[in-house]
């Protein structure tokens, strides 16, 4: 009769467990279908810009063919935690998102959260797109709605065994994600200001220029002072004035148009991609940028 009693304890703990970790792991968008903060038109020439701040391309377009614009998707993203590939994003009905509502994509983007109320992988980094504003969200919608429709689903992911279940990603959210918004600094100019949201929120920057924990989070000791490429095939570099402290403001805001470095250099890698969006933005924008990267806070790189 004790084993008995003691049994039933033991299932009923861990029923209580089960049933607190599904309630901690739900997915939580940031906009309900009641909601009309997204119901405004957004501006088509404004989303190109955000399209291009954002690097959609790079990851969404269709491999194996030179249109950047035709998001079909399916580039394999390798990583310690397996294969994930960006989906299909053109205005294809049934393959992209053309039947999404402007709050999907925002609750995509802001959340982490799909349409059907799953998680998405954090490969996807949402971890920095959910500082973007309503407003470029919107503005972005409308650009890719102007996109040509691209048939054909994006191969599936194919993450390592632990990773398999999505309702795991919010344990990773509860770690790692922050919705918090980027407040503008008011002793800072607009430009700083301007340049820390490009840098942060839609540029993704620290997304590759920082190394991460066992977990896949970003070390913060570690925050755009670089790390390991995680397809494990190079190493993103300090962007700290550890590294680039010699480099003036012009300097920095030439190598986003043209991809020259000071030391008659080029960008190579995956930022040549990022220099052919960077090259789209007004020269304003490369100069914010620039100023808000010679001002980040000087950090040791560490070791591969």
């Known amino acids: 009769m004790r084993a008995r009693g003691l049994l039933v304890i033991v299932v009923v703990i861990c029923a209580a467990a089960a049933a607190a970790a599904w309630a901690v792991t739900e997915p939580r968008p940031a906009f309900s279908k009641d909601d009309s903060a ?6 088509v020439a404004r989303g190109r810009l955000v399209f291009a701040a954002g690097d959609c391309a790079s990851c969404h377009a269709l491999v194996g063919q030179p249109d950047r614009l035709r998001l079909g998707g399916g580039l394999a993203l390798a990583s310690p935690y397996g294969t994930f590939r960006p989906p299909n994003i053109s205005t294809d009905k049934i393959d992209g998102i053309g039947s999404w509502q402007t709050r999907d994509l925002a609750n995509a983007l802001l959340s982490g959260v799909s349409p059907t109320g799953t998680h998405y992988y954090p490969s996807f980094p949402y971890s920095s797109y959910a ?11 409308a650009f890719l709605r102007t996109l040509p429709a691209v048939a054909g689903k994006a191969p599936p992911h194919a993450p390592k065994l632990l990773f398999r279940i999505r309702r795991f990603v ?15 600094d008011p002793g800072r100019g607009d430009p700083w200001n301007r340049g ?31 790390g390991p490429d995680p397809e494990g095939v190079g190493y993103f570099p300090n962007i700290t004035p550890a590294r680039i402290g010699g480099w003036t ?6 190598l986003f148009k043209t991809g020259n470095t000071p030391n ?15 090259a789209m933005l007004p020269q304003d924008d490369r100069d914010a940028i620039a100023a808000y990267v010679k001002s980040l806070p000087t950090r040791p790189t560490p070791p591969p």
């Open 38 to 43: 997204l119901d405004q038109e957004g501006d």
């Open 131 to 141: 500082k973007m504003t309503v407003a470029d969200v919107r503005d972005l919608m």
């Open 170 to 184: 919010g344990f990773w959210k509860m770690l790692y994600f922050d919705r918090q918004p980027i407040i503008p």
């Open 196 to 226: 820390r949201y490009l840098v942060e929120a839609l540029g993704h920057c620290a997304e590759c220029h920082s190394s991460r924990d066992v977990f896949g989070g970003i070390k913060p000791e570690t925050r755009f002072a670089g």
């Open 249 to 254: 403001e012009s300097e920095i805001a030439e």
């Open 264 to 278: 008659h250099g080029r960008v190579g890698s995956s930022m040549t991609d990022v220099v052919t969006n960077t």
